[in-house]
């Protein structure tokens, strides 16, 4: 029910091992480094092994490779340079610069004809507005005394009136355009000033035609040979682009186990940053499972001659351990939540293995129908090996939609029906007709779980806080409520107790509260009660879904009665009202099962917070 234990490890050694103790505990993975901090033992921070600074550029390439040739995946590194092809670094840097210049060659050629075709494309525009216009190639140029304008205004015959308003001595030539009108002035040059106000006045963009200013002949022969031009930069790009593609298919393999390969090499080069050394000595510190210091200390004394000297202590109250989880098969996928939440701390009470048990049952009660049941627990089946990276939500799922069956047969419920084939299907409890023991029984629910909340608080508190203050503080809830319910079976005459005992064990028990707590624990009392309505929802959610279901199957049972069109309009009122219904219902149980956890359950005894135990050389991303 506690993290894994941990120990607290130093490793020293001489400068001349460094290297081989860092492939060695890459190797085990069972060593969370601790940083090392400068000032720390009065020592400085290593310096990375030599062949970071290559190793780092080659990874930068081959990342870059592998985003232009689209490449992405996992592929399993089983062997290190053997799985990837090559035999040293030096053979893998040789093989990504020849791939590297390769694929630089055909992106510089892609580059430039992209450049190309978008020039072309202006010159192309250019070309289209002369045309337009009806004007040829050398139109814009030879004039002495003719000023020129080129563009487009809102209205050509509001230009052409405020033209003839300075001067008839003028040729004014428009194509209508999406925007407005395409136009070229050619104006005398002494009323240039005076023509290019007008202009301005209706709107006036000035159209560049720089691309075309020195081509001769027609413009229907000029746009012939652009279009060629761009026809040939197209097959270009295309050879350029299959080039890539074939490329990407030829070394995707490559690319994938050699990123893996330098990463992990880079990973070690770097990891003398986190030691702290001396002239002639490193020291690192981390943390270990107590279990598995023993093949620690004796793999690092034979990698390194037994050079080392190796120091474990158990940790001290203050020490910020790293947490990993320590659960049997059956709860390990329920650590899903914790990791969602937060992770306990080193010396608190997992409560893995408890979701194990009361997620599934809050689940199950809230959606409690057996076709429900059935139709999620082979629909996450299917899901799980359709998509894998659903699993770690569905493996805790699957138990909770078996738990629906379950409690389906409980309530006696398939799809909403209580019948199936004129057959009353058998049950204990029906929900639909026994709504105030359903929310009864939810109630006394809820008071187990949050009172096992209380326990699990006492003993993480009786650790380091001692017996009175753990008992104080959480004890002392649990015999309120029991004080609480003697006064009241007392004064209904239930018990023969008198009522002043139940009554004067809760105000102890308020006493013990305020002492352990302060003034903030009586005024937490209300929250309690609050706390223990919260858990109506079990009954509450399921009844509306049950609800809904009869709602549905009663609307398709009259259109069975219509005939053929109304059999069919039945089916699909059934098909779609239940598909939506089963969402609702999944949803609904799933948060309120997880809020009951969350804010009932852990806030009785869970504070979280631990970082994760990430030993060196495994993977973090």
Known sequence: MLPERMKKVTVIGPKAVMEKTVKELHKLKAVHVIDHQRGELELDIGSPFEKAGRLSELLVAIRSVSSVLGISGKKELSNGFRAVGVRNLVELERAARTLNAGVNTIMSGLKSADEELKRLGIKDAQLSFLKNLGLGLAAFSGYRSLACFAGTVKDAKKLRQSLLAITDRFELFTSEEKSGFGIALFVSLEKKGEAAEALARNGFSEVQLTEVKDLSGSVPAAMEAVARKKEKLQRQKESGEKSLLRLGRKWNDFLLLAEQLISIELEKAQAPLRFAVSKGTFVVTGWVPSKELGALEERLNMATGERIFVD?????????????????????????????????????????????????????????????????????????????????????????????????????????????????????????????????????????????????????????????????????????????????????????????VGGGAAVLAVMLITMAEGFRGPIEIPGLLSNLMSYARLGAVGLSSVILAVVINDMAAEMFHGGVIGSVAAVIVLFVGHTINLALGLLGSFLHSLRLHYVEFFTKFFEGGAIPFRPFGTKTG
């Open 312 to 500: 474990a202590a158990l940790p001290h109250h203050g020490d910020k351990v790293p947490v990993k989880l320590s659960n049997p098969g059956h709860a390990k996928p329920f650590e899903f939540f914790m990791r969602l939440y937060a992770l306990p701390r080193y010396d608190e009470i997992d409560p893995t293995s408890f979701m194990f048990i009361t997620f599934p049952l809050f689940f199950g009660f809230i959606l409690g129908d057996i076709g429900y049941g059935l139709v999620t627990f082979f629909l996450l089946l299917w899901l799980k090996g359709r998509i894998p990276k659903s699993a770690p939500l569905v493996n805790v799922v699957i138990p909770a939609s078996v738990s629906s069956i379950i409690f389906g047969f409980l309530f006696g419920e398939a799809f909403g029906f209580e019948s199936v084939f004129g057959t009353e299907l058998p049950r204990l409890l029906s929900r639909a007709h026994a709504i105030n023991e359903l929310l009864v029984i939810s109630v006394v629910i809820g008071l187990f779980h949050i009172n096992l909340g209380f326990i699990l608080g006492f003993f993480n508190e009786l650790r380091h806080k001692g017996l009175f203050k753990a008992f104080a503080g959480k004890l002392s809830w649990v015999f309120l409520e029991l004080g609480v319910a003697l006064a009241v079976l007392s004064i209904m005459g239930r018990i023969g107790l008198p009522a002043y």
